[in-house]
């Protein structure tokens, strides 16, 4: 097997650097892709600068990977040579645990994240075991559907598993990677769409990407007017936030919801939630089954993320890009090894 040609941190911090390595034998249970676009996340950041503690080097990032089947192992199921698929956060899970058993592979106590102690797609070639390699349906764009594989199915996710209605009221804080494609996803759904931002240049554009109402956060006159009206409020930034003004406008039973990496604790004020019966939770990603759904959802509705492309060569100008917060609103690598 010819080596694998990356892009790798060699440690915390540092610009990527062109790396080789060699994958070993292709596992019964593995598949490898030839990585045709990467879509570029915070998390690849957070990972790159070990924000987390849970990084070891070299770090070869992307985990919002497409490309076409090049090899089988002799027992990777569903999929065939030169179908089009993608690998999203989750590379591997053991399959045989009570969370996987019960469909939540990506709650997994052994789960293997593509980027954290395996080799992810910034990469000519990827590996992963096939039951987290996932068809990409036809009617999707191949070029910008890397980040529904990550950043869309964060969002889509916790519709399902908190039995979100259409006729449900939710927010959405941040209106940038993960923001804007929940906008796009829950006005698909059907749901009342608020969109929180913190600049006011943002207005327009969040109703074109799905906002019913945009609230300017910073305003206290304009959280008090929607206080207690919201279902739900999905959290897609990392930052703090005025935690009181949030689950002030949540209604009776509602749940603020995070999916952003905040790193700070959240101060919440008990009889704030007991009042009113309101809840904090977060989630990670989805398991496999529903992000096949958020996949048909996608395309059944002609969802895309709002992307720019740079050659996976140019990877470290995207990554200042992103870092600067210039991204609008995700990046996709275009693999450019030849």
């Not at 399902?160 to 990677?177: A, E, N, S």
């Not at 698909?188 to 609230?215: C, D, I, N, P, Q």
Request: charged share 20%; with cysteine; net charge negative.
């Amino acid at each position: 097997m010819n080596a694998i040609r990356a892009w790798a941190a060699r440690s915390a911090g540092r610009a990527l650097e062109p790396y080789e390595f060699d994958p070993g034998p292709l596992g019964p249970e593995e598949v490898e892709i030839a990585v045709e676009y990467c879509g570029i996340c915070h998390s690849d950041l957070s990972v790159i600068d070990n924000e987390w503690g849970i990084s070891t080097y070299p770090v070869v990032p992307g985990h919002e990977a497409v490309g076409r089947v090049v090899a089988l192992g002799d027992q990777a199921k569903g999929l065939t040579l030169g179908q089009r698929v993608g690998v999203g956060w989750n590379s591997g899970s053991c399959l045989y645990c009570r969370h996987c058993l019960a469909g939540d592979q990506h709650l997994c106590v052994r789960i293997q994240p593509t980027i954290v102690g395996h080799h992810g797609a910034f990469a000519d070639r990827l590996r992963a075991h096939w039951v987290w390699v996932i068809p990409i349906p036809e009617a999707l764009d191949a070029s910008t559907v890397g980040p529904l594989l990550c950043g869309g199915i964060t969002v889509f996710s916790p519709l399902l598993d908190f039995d979100v209605k259409p006729t449900h009221r939710v927010g959405v804080v941040g209106i940038g990677g993960l923001g804007h494609m929940a906008l796009k996803l829950l006005n698909a759904w059907g749901s009342e769409v608020t969109a929180f931002t913190t600049s006011e240049a943002k207005y327009e554009e969040a109703k074109t990407l799905g906002a019913h109402h945009v609230v300017f956060s910073r305003k206290p006159e304009t959280m008090k007017a929607i206080a207690g009206s919201l279902d739900m409020i999905l959290d897609t930034v990392n930052v703090p936030l005025d935690w009181k003004a949030m689950v002030a406008t949540l209604a009776p039973k509602g749940r603020l919801h995070v999916v952003g990496a905040v790193l700070e604790p959240i101060p919440v004020i008990a009889m704030s939630l007991i009042s009113g019966q309101r809840s904090v939770s977060g989630s990670p990603t989805g398991s496999r089954s529903t992000i096949d759904m958020m996949l048909d959802f996608a395309a059944r509705h002609g969802i895309a993320p709002q992307v720019e492309h740079f050659p996976m060569s140019r990877v470290n100008d995207a990554l200042e890009h992103l870092r600067a917060g210039k991204a609008r609103y995700r990046i996709v690598l275009d693999a450019d090894f030849a």
